[in-house]
């Protein structure tokens, strides 16, 4: 699996869907996930707690346009982010708290799995419904 720099680096042929801003907000997302598994000592909490933030946005945006366009998956859509949501605030909460060690390794091992996986599979027929909406 590939890291999350790694995933910035191939963006364009792997990960970017034609859709503007969703393309624009994975891109943010994975500079976040960068920069947090850049971050040494007490930056890596607030690092965490800056993507954690994003991604609460990222989320609520796809699920605003979902709703706005009556996407039928939207259901199972939004229960892989809540999934996500519930992993990432326990995370960060222990980070916030001193204890960054498993956080860490979520943050590289886990993480970049999960989206590689949502964005080529539930963000990508996302972005197809949106371009057949027009
Ligand atoms: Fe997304
Ligand atoms: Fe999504």
Do not use: K
């Not at 964005?119 to 949106?130: E, G, I, K």
């Amino acid at each position: 699996m590939p890291t999350s720099s790694e995933m910035l680096e191939q963006f364009e042929a792997t990960y970017a869907m034609g859709d503007a801003s969703i393309d624009h907000t994975h891109r943010e997302f994975l500079e976040l996930c960068v920069a947090a598994a850049q971050a040494q000592g007490a930056a890596f909490a607030e690092r965490f707690a800056a993507l954690f933030a994003h991604t609460q946005a990222h989320f609520a945006d796809e699920e605003a346009r979902m709703q706005a366009s009556a996407y039928p998956a939207i259901g199972e859509h939004r229960a892989h982010h809540q999934n996500l949501l519930g992993d990432m605030d326990r995370f960060c909460q222990r980070a916030g708290a001193g204890r960054s060690a498993m956080a860490r390794a979520w943050l590289n091992d886990s993480l970049p799995q999960w989206f590689d996986l949502h964005a080529r599979t539930m963000d990508s027929a996302l972005a197809v419904h949106l371009r057949q909406q027009g």
